[in-house]
């Protein structure tokens, strides 16, 4: 599975976050599987779809996608220098699909800061140099090398371009993924550079910039184009415990439609190029989930290696014109259910029945 790595400076909130992401894996009923490793924390990819889907088809069970976080604890300053803690703290990022960077900007005298000051643009700043210069050391290793490729004709010149621009990004202090509509991310796929993973921006933050749109808007614009999600970390963690019930008024409470972890979820799944597709009977109404772009035999494989392999057709009805139907017969009549062939492109939202020979 994809995971989002969860990074950030010491006392900035990430293991009273990630203590609310893995309490809730813990709730999570339908995570089936025994070995949850202690810095995995598996979401729920909230999804109100799946509701009305079981109300139509009066499933007995609702099984959302999910979405993993890592915690990738560890020093940051210096790491790209390589020693022990750090080397290790990058190779965790480097196995990780999105990153996740929690940003303080609460305010608590109690709690102290590293630097000694609340300040969200030069702890962003302290976090990315390490990856840059990380990233950077990777570009000086690999691009003599290609060099001599290019000119023995044994690489195409078009990488080693890809690499100089990459090169001239970093050195501007910028990260590959800020840049990555100016640079051809294809030729740089094979480096796995840190930078270039997708990033989200969690700020921990207190009333002051949960109340507050304009801050968030400051906030937003200064990591753009990331997606920032702001949350309350300590909240997270006394909202995991509460029921749904219970949880609902606290944040209705604070003014907020959605826990900081519902919107993580989102935000991250999204972040990861990830879409879903749902299926619905009596057993189960559940949400599978696929890259974007994947093609209805790449989706019927999420579900069994045979769907794909047997693939026929797929039966396929958006969940919007299944609603407004009101039943999977009511949306047959009206014509509104699908056939499609091996070509389809996936839309998430896509309410499908498989159709397989073994
Ligand atoms: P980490 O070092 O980044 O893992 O930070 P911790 O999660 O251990 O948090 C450091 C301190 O900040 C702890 O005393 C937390 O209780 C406190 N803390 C974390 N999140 C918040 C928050 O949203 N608001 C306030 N006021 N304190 C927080």
Redesign the pocket.
């Known amino acids: 599975a994809l995971t989002i790595g969860i990074v950030?400076?010491?006392?900035?909130?990430?293991?009273?976050?990630?203590?609310a992401l893995t309490r809730q894996t813990i709730l999570a009923a339908n995570y089936p599987f025994a070995t949850i490793e202690p810095n995995v924390g598996v979401v729920n990819l909230p999804d109100e779809r799946l509701d009305k889907l079981a109300e139509i088809f009066g499933s007995a069970k609702i099984l959302p996608a999910t979405v993993s976080f890592v915690d990738i604890?560890g020093i940051v300053k210096g790491a790209s220098e390589g020693e022990g803690l750090g080397n290790q703290f990058l190779a965790n990022i480097r196995e990780a699909h999105a990153i996740a960077q929690?940003v303080?900007v609460?305010?608590?005298e109690?709690?102290v800061h590293v630097d000694g000051r609340v300040d969200p643009a030069s702890d962003r700043e302290t976090i990315n140099t390490e990856l840059i210069l990380a990233d950077m050391q990777t570009l000086e290793n690999a691009i003599p090398k290609l060099a001599k490729q290019v000119s023995g004709k044994k690489a195409d010149k078009a990488t080693l371009d890809a690499y100089l621009e990459a090169q001239k990004v970093l050195e501007e202090g910028n990260t590959v993924f800020s840049a990555a509509s100016s640079l051809d991310m294809e030729q740089l796929a094979g480096l796995n550079l840190l930078t270039a993973k997708p990033q989200i921006y969690v700020f921990?933050?207190?009333e002051g910039v949960l109340g507050s749109p304009e801050k968030q808007a400051e906030l937003a614009a200064l990591v753009a184009p990331a997606q920032a999600v702001f949350?309350?970390?300590?909240?997270?963690?006394e909202l995991v415990e509460l029921s749904e019930e219970e949880a609902r008024e606290m944040l209705e409470l604070n003014g907020l439609e959605e826990s900081g972890l519902d919107q993580l979820a989102r935000v991250g799944f999204q972040t990861l190029g990830l879409q879903t597709y749902l299926t619905a009977g009596p057993k189960e109404a559940r949400a599978w989930t696929v890259p974007q772009g994947a093609t209805a035999p790449e989706a019927a494989g999420v579900i069994h290696t045979d769907f794909q392999r047997g693939f026929i057709k797929a039966e396929i009805v958006s969940f919007e014109a299944l609603v407004a139907a009101g039943s999977m017969n009511e949306a047959k009549s009206a014509g509104k259910v699908r056939m499609e062939g091996k070509d389809y492109v996936m839309k998430d939202g896509d309410v499908v029945e498989f159709r397989f020979a073994v």
């Open positions: 950030g400076l010491p006392n900035v909130g990430k293991s009273t976050l990630f203590n604890a929690v303080r609460f305010e608590d109690n709690v921990n933050a207190d949350l309350d970390a300590k909240m997270e963690s």
